[in-house]
């Protein structure tokens, strides 16, 4: 980044953390934000990952860590104390009766879980770190999903407990991971139909790559390039380049964004290609990262799943690997528009979240997502939240 972006970049995060501290419900052992629910229309007191409580606790925890705020540490820990407290018995408990968001990361205990475990990472607190462990151990017993995805499913489950393996070297976690990936390989890989990143292959795919990267396998790379060729397979044009539809039923392609579509989809070829240099893989991200830049904000908002800030992502993956400047002017670009929604209200500065008028501080389709984003510019060893 120049001087400039760097700069923009440091003053926007600044800007969402200090609304979220400005919009907390706190008390002495417990914090709470609205968030929207999305499907009511409504702004509500939830606690999952998604678009809830957890998902505010995940970005404070690691906006703690890199820029060393004990404030915000702290409201991490009360905001995830409060997301599994005794207010959301009920809604953890329907989670768990059946649904098809049981193990996953979005809705699922796996996400107050992967949430437990940044703020473990930034704290080194024995304490919070048993919390994740409680979280996990419900998926040493539990049944693969229904679903393989990232976000909702089994590849997301198992990429939180390769994580906890890395900071515990529990064997129990990896050897559940291990059994979900060959799960995916030999039941979903081949018929699953949703192709981006939030639900789809391009996300199952990372599975691969991890799995890889933690064990030294190279066996895992059939879990890559199997996906990779189903991609290859489904690569539509668009824009003078390539894309991809939300689903292979869909009858056209709908959008370009990072959970379906081909900014996600990139982003896989992009990290696809750093594993195996086929020089295939790395002509698809190109032609993704064309397509993502040609849509812009066709969306009008800076989120993470339907945004600037998941489209920014492939932007700052191609101008790593492939080393031309022209992905860092266009990342340069696309931090400017972001911080355009940044609004002076009737009840001060808050931060657009997934549509014109809906201010909501939430991790996927809102600000906390779009803070964290900023995070991994500052500090490029930072993990996107769902890897």
């Known amino acids: 980044m120049n001087e400039a972006t760097e700069q923009t970049v440091r003053v926007a995060a ?148 390769l994580r906890l393996f890395e900071q515990t070297g529990e064997a129990a976690y990896l050897q559940r991971a291990q059994e979900w990936g060959h799960h995916i390989l030999d039941d979903h890989l081949d018929k699953h139909d949703y192709l981006g990143m939030g639900q789809g292959l391009a996300g199952i795919g990372h599975l691969g790559f991890i799995l890889k990267d933690v064990t030294g396998d190279e066996n895992w790379d059939e879990l890559v390039h199997r996906t990779a060729t189903r991609l290859i397979e489904h690569a539509e044009p668009d824009r003078g380049h390539l894309n991809w539809r939300k689903t292979l039923s869909d009858s056209e392609i709908s959008r370009c964004h990072w959970c379906h579509g081909g900014a996600g989809v990139g982003q896989f070829f992009a990290r696809a290609y750093e594993h195996s240099s086929k020089e295939q893989y790395l002509e698809m991200a190109i032609a993704a990262g064309e ?73 996927v389709c809102g600000s906390s997502g779009v803070g964290h984003f900023l995070l991994r510019l500052i500090d490029p060893q930072l993990r996107m939240p769902f890897l």
């Not at 972001?338 to 809906?358: C, F, K, N």
């Open 14 to 161: 600044q800007s969402i953390y200090d609304t979220i501290v400005d919009a907390v419900d706190e008390d002495d052992t417990h914090a709470r934000w609205q968030t929207a629910d999305y499907r009511s229309g409504e702004m509500k007191y939830q606690p999952q990952l998604h678009t809830g409580v957890a998902g505010i606790g995940l970005f404070l925890a690691d906006y703690g860590r890199v820029l060393k705020d004990a404030r915000a540490l702290e409201l991490a820990g009360k905001g995830l104390v409060w997301a599994q407290g005794a207010d959301n018995d009920e809604f953890w408990t329907k989670i768990d009766d059946g649904s098809a968001w049981r193990v996953s990361l979005a809705y699922g205990v796996a996400g107050a879980g992967l949430a437990w475990l940044r703020l473990a990472q930034a704290t080194d607190d024995p304490q919070i770190l048993q919390r994740v462990v409680d979280c996990a151990d419900y998926l040493l017993t539990a049944d693969p999903a229904a679903k393989p995805g990232l976000m909702i499913g089994t590849a997301g489950c198992a990429i939180f407990l």
């Open 291 to 363: 397509t993502t830049y040609a849509y812009g904000d066709d969306r009008q908002n800076p989120s993470q799943c339907h945004g600037l800030a998941g489209k920014a992502e492939l932007f700052v993956d191609l101008a790593r690997v492939t080393g031309e400047s022209v992905w860092d002017v266009r990342l340069a670009e696309f931090v400017d528009l972001i911080a355009t929604y940044r609004h002076d209200t009737e009840t001060g500065v808050q931060w657009q979240a997934d549509e014109p008028g809906l201010y909501s501080p939430e991790l």
